[in-house]
């Protein structure tokens, strides 16, 4: 990662407002969002399917009552479902409080991130939950993690055994809808972009419905 004034820097250096900002390796999607917020028109692609769903999901999010329209859709949609067991490792039965991980399955199989936007920005705010300081912060629905990041799962399971640590029970259509409001504490960018998930080599076929064509 990188920070915004990076981006900043080269996007004021290099272009001017109403140009077209492509970044074949997007990542989470730094370039493309600091390039619309200048009023620069931006797409990205990424082969990495975590990447291009959190940066499509800043890069064209849904309006805040869309998103918590659905978030309310979702809860009902589980409340009617029948009970999911958990996969039986014992990475999930310390990692998530069983109550939990069924609504993270749940969600995992319900939202069509790929193809509508409003399942996208939810499935990216979720990732985003998933691990965390979960003993400083509500809005994470894992057990604590040693640090800010997540852990590798055998590592965890140590971390957690030798501390006693139990899984937080939360109520993850709860933390999504705080989660939602507190992204949309400040105002989106003033323009769309647009994310592929795929390979940059294949860019031709992507610019075809895009913002612009990419030579």
């Given at each position: 990662?990188?920070?915004?004034?990076?981006?900043e820097r080269h996007v004021l250096a290099h272009t001017k407002p109403g140009d077209v900002v492509f970044d074949p390796?997007?990542?989470?999607?730094?370039?493309?969002?600091?390039?619309?917020?200048?009023?620069?028109?931006?797409a990205g692609v990424d082969i990495n399917p975590v990447a291009a769903c959190i940066a499509g999901a800043k890069?064209?999010?849904?309006?805040?009552?869309?998103?918590l329209q659905r978030i309310d859709?979702?809860?009902?949609?589980?409340?009617?479902?029948?009970?999911?067991?958990?996969?039986?490792?014992?990475?999930?039965?310390?990692?998530f409080h069983e109550n939990t991980l069924q609504q993270v399955l749940f969600l995992r199989e319900a939202l069509a991130w790929r193809t509508d936007i409003i399942d996208r920005f939810i499935a990216a705010i979720t990732l985003g939950a998933l691990h965390g300081e979960s003993h400083k912060s509500g809005r994470y629905l894992s057990n604590r993690m040693p640090r800010t990041i997540s852990t590798k799962p055998d590592y965890s399971m140590r971390w957690w055994k030798e501390r006693g640590l139990e899984p937080p029970d939360r109520d993850a259509f709860a933390v999504l809808r705080n989660l939602a409001k507190f992204r949309y504490r400040m105002e989106p960018a003033p323009l769309s972009g647009s994310i592929k998930l795929g390979d940059v080599r294949k860019t031709r076929s992507y610019s075809r419905n895009s913002l612009a064509k990419f030579d």
């Open positions: 990662m990188f920070p915004e004034g990076f981006v390796f997007c990542g989470r999607g730094t370039t493309v969002f600091q390039s619309l917020l200048m009023n620069r028109r931006s890069s064209e999010p849904p309006t805040l009552i869309e998103a859709d979702l809860e009902r949609g589980f409340s009617r479902r029948r009970v999911k067991r958990p996969p039986p490792t014992e990475f999930f039965e310390f990692c």
